[in-house]
C-alpha cells in the first residue's frame, strides 16, 4: 500500500484555514512559498515602488517619519536605513512566559500570511526567510505579555523580527541558542531589513490571530468531547434520553443546539427500546446539555469567519499599492475582531466547565446519583470507611471551574490610552486571546476530571445484574478509557492519570462526532 505525503501548505495567493494553521503548528504537513515568476514580481513591485519614494524623497509613515506619535518627526535620509533596527530594538520589552513551539510556529504561520498580499512593502528575500524559520523549526522566543493589540503585537513580533536579523534566542533542535548562530550553522547571513520591513513584520495581529486559531480548534474537539462525556454521565446516572428527542428540539430548532441532541441520541442509541423511567425530568446539567453546548456549537462559525479573515487579511499599516503608485495610512493592525472573538469564545469555553462540574457534583452525591456509592467509590463494604474515591478530584474540579469562570472578564473593554495618545483606542486583542487559552486550559481540566469520573460511573452501574448493555459508541469508548483509566477501588494519587487524559485531549486522540 502506497503511503501519500501529505499536501503541503502553500504560503502565497490561496487563502489558508484554521486547520491549515493547526496542521502547520503541529508539524503535521509541509510548506511552500509561491514561487512563480509573476507572483514575484509582484511582492519585488512593493519594495521597489518604496525605494522610488525614497529617491524622491517622499513622506513615508515609518520609512522617512518616527513611529507612532512621532510620525510628525522627519528622519534624514542618512538615517533611514538605521531606523528598522531601532523599531525592534526599542521593543525588546516583553514579558511573561514565552510562547510554547506550537503557538510560535503559529505566529510566524500568521504574519507570513499577511506579508503574502504583497501590500507590505517587503522583499521576496524576507518572505523567504519567514519561510524558511517554519521550514527549519527555527523559533523565535516570544514572551507572551506586552502588546494591547494595536498599534498591533509590536513588542512580541519584535522579537521575530530581531531573529530575522540574527540577534536575540531561539529555539533550534530542542537547544535555546542565539540567532546569530543559528545563522551561522546554516550558512545564512542575517538579514539587514529595509525600511518599512520591521513595521511590516511587527505591525499587525499575527500574535493573537495565530492563538486564535489555536484556541479555535481546541473549542471544536471540547464541544464533541462534552457532548460525549455528557452521553456517559446520562449512562451513569440513568438519565432520561427522551430530554434528546428530534421531535423536542424541533420546536426551538437552533442548528447546533440540535446538533448536539443528535449527538447524543447516537451515543445513547435511544431508537433502542428503553428501560422504564426512574423520573419524568432530569437536572438541568443533563437536560439542559444541549442547550448549554449548542451555544458553543452555534457559535463556531462565526467565530471561524472572524479568525480566518483576520489570519487571510493584509493586517498592516501602512498598506503600499504599487501598482497604483499610493501609500495607504489606515490602522489595519487593530484586533477587534480577534479580540471579540476571543472575549465571547472564553465566555462560551467556561460555560461548558460549568456544565460539566455540576455533572460531576451529581455523579460523586449519593443524594443525586441514583444508586451509586458516595464519591464514586469502587471500595467494598468491608473498606468503604478509609476510601474517598473522587472527593478530591470534584474540589479540584470546582476550583478550575471557579478560575475558568472568573476569566471571563472581556478583555476588549479595557482600552487603555497608550503611547502619547497616539494608540488611544487599543483591542486588547492579544490579551482576550491569551485569556481564552487559559479558560480552554482550564476547562480540560475539568473535562479530564469529569469524562474519568463519568467512566467510573458506568463501570460502577455495569456491576448491576439490572443493568442494560451500553449502546455502542459508549461500549467502544468505555473499553477504551478503560485501558489508560482502570476502575477505582482502592484509592490511589489521581494526578498522573489526569495528567494522561490532558494529553489525550491535546492530541485529539479519542475519534468523536464527525470526525
Request: charge should be negative; glycine fraction near 6%.
Amino acid at each position: 500500500m502506497t503511503n501519500h505525503a501529505p499536501e503541503p501548505i502553500i504560503f502565497g495567493e490561496r487563502h489558508l484555514s484554521i486547520e491549515d494553521l493547526l496542521a502547520l503548528s503541529n508539524r503535521q504537513r509541509p510548506t511552500v512559498l509561491q514561487s512563480d515568476s509573476e507572483y514575484r514580481q509582484r511582492i519585488a513591485k512593493g519594495a521597489q515602488f518604496l525605494d522610488s519614494l525614497l529617491d524622491r524623497e517622499g513622506v513615508i509613515y515609518g520609512v522617512t517619519t518616527g513611529y507612532g506619535d512621532s510620525c510628525v518627526v522627519a528622519v534624514p535620509l542618512q538615517h533611514v536605513e538605521a531606523l528598522p533596527r531601532h523599531l525592534y530594538t526599542f521593543h525588546g520589552c516583553g514579558l511573561g512566559k514565552l510562547l510554547d513551539a506550537q503557538a510560535t510556529r503559529a505566529v510566524l504561520a500568521a504574519r507570513l500570511r499577511s506579508l503574502c498580499h504583497g501590500v507590505s512593502g517587503v522583499r521576496v528575500e524576507l518572505l523567504e526567510r519567514l519561510h524558511a524559520f517554519l521550514e527549519h523549526d527555527i523559533l523565535p522566543l516570544i514572551p507572551e505579555e506586552g502588546s494591547v493589540g494595536a498599534s498591533g503585537d509590536l513588542t512580541p513580533l519584535s522579537y521575530v523580527a530581531a531573529t530575522l536579523s540574527g540577534e536575540r534566542e531561539v529555539m533550534f533542535n530542542g537547544e535555546r541558542r542565539l540567532s546569530a548562530d543559528v545563522h551561522r550553522q546554516l550558512g545564512w547571513a542575517p538579514l539587514v531589513l529595509r525600511p518599512k520591513e520591521a513595521l511590516a513584520l511587527m505591525n499587525g495581529t499575527a500574535v493573537m490571530t495565530g492563538l486564535a486559531c489555536l484556541a479555535f480548534a481546541r473549542a471544536d474537539y471540547l464541544l464533541k468531547l462534552a457532548t460525549r462525556i455528557t452521553a456517559l454521565n446520562v449512562v451513569a446516572l440513568q438519565g432520561n434520553p427522551e430530554h434528546f428527542d428530534e421531535r423536542l428540539f424541533a420546536a426551538k430548532p437552533h442548528p447546533g443546539q440540535m446538533q448536539v441532541a443528535a449527538w447524543l441520541r447516537e451515543d445513547l442509541a435511544i431508537d433502542a427500546p428503553t428501560a422504564p423511567l426512574h423520573r419524568l425530568q432530569d437536572r438541568y446539567s443533563l437536560r439542559c446539555a444541549p442547550h448549554v453546548l449548542g451555544v458553543l456549537a452555534d457559535s463556531l462559525g462565526w467565530l471561524r469567519g472572524f479568525i480566518e479573515i483576520e489570519f487571510n487579511s493584509a493586517n498592516d499599516n501602512p498598506i503600499i499599492d504599487a501598482e497604483a503608485e499610493r501609500v495607504l495610512h489606515g490602522g489595519h493592525f487593530y484586533g477587534g475582531h480577534i479580540a471579540f472573538a476571543m472575549d465571547s469564545l472564553k465566555n462560551l469555553i467556561a460555560n461548558v466547565a460549568d456544565l460539566l462540574d455540576r455533572q460531576l457534583a451529581l455523579l460523586v452525591d449519593e443524594r443525586y446519583n441514583h444508586g451509586l456509592p458516595s464519591n464514586l467509590s469502587g471500595s467494598p463494604a468491608e473498606r468503604a470507611m478509609i476510601n474517598h474515591g473522587f472527593k478530591a478530584v470534584q474540589i479540584g474540579t470546582s476550583a478550575w471551574t471557579a478560575e475558568a469562570l472568573k476569566n471571563t472578564m472581556p478583555a476588549s473593554v479595557f482600552s487603555r490610552s497608550t503611547e502619547c495618545h497616539n494608540q488611544d483606542k487599543v483591542s486588547m486583542g492579544t490579551i482576550a486571546a491569551r485569556d481564552a487559552i487559559r479558560v480552554l486550559e482550564l476547562t480540560e481540566q475539568v473535562a479530564a476530571a469529569t469524562l474519568i469520573a463519568a467512566n467510573q460511573g458506568v463501570w460502577l452501574r455495569s456491576r448491576d445484574a439490572q443493568s442494560r448493555p451500553l449502546p455502542p459508541a459508549l461500549a467502544a469508548m468505555h473499553a477504551e478509557l478503560g485501558k489508560d483509566f482502570p476502575p477505582l477501588i482502592e484509592d490511589r494519587a489521581l494526578e498522573g492519570e489526569l495528567r494522561l487524559c490532558l494529553q489525550r485531549i491535546a492530541s485529539q486522540h479519542w475519534r468523536l462526532h464527525a470526525q
